[in-house]
């Protein structure tokens, strides 16, 4: 992306804040529950298995960073028409 070399294979990674109300977890949706996604990274990064237990306290960490979800209200926008202005994006100031 930044075409530097330095970058290469570097990759932006979600914060796991709110994880547990981010399902289907992966950039495929592979895994629709949080037990499910550990179960696939212990096996992926680190080559072993779980026993249920540990899952279960991983999870249970895992939805600690669960917080108050914040509220706001969208705006209601005029209507548009013919004569209404259109935006023009990337223009030069």
Not at 21 to 33: E, I, W
Not at 47 to 73: H, M
């Amino acid at each position: 992306m930044t075409g530097k070399d330095i970058d290469r294979f570097n990759f932006k990674v979600p914060t796991l804040r709110n994880v547990e109300l981010t399902y289907p977890y992966f950039h495929d949706g592979a895994a629709n529950t949080l037990a499910e996604s550990v179960t696939i990274m212990d096996r992926l990064q680190l080559g072993r298995k779980f026993s249920p237990d540990e899952n279960a306290r991983i999870v249970a960490f895992l939805k600690t960073l669960t917080g108050d979800q914040p509220s706001f209200t969208l705006p209601i926008l005029p209507p548009s028409a013919d004569s209404t202005p259109r935006p023009t994006p990337f223009a030069k100031n």
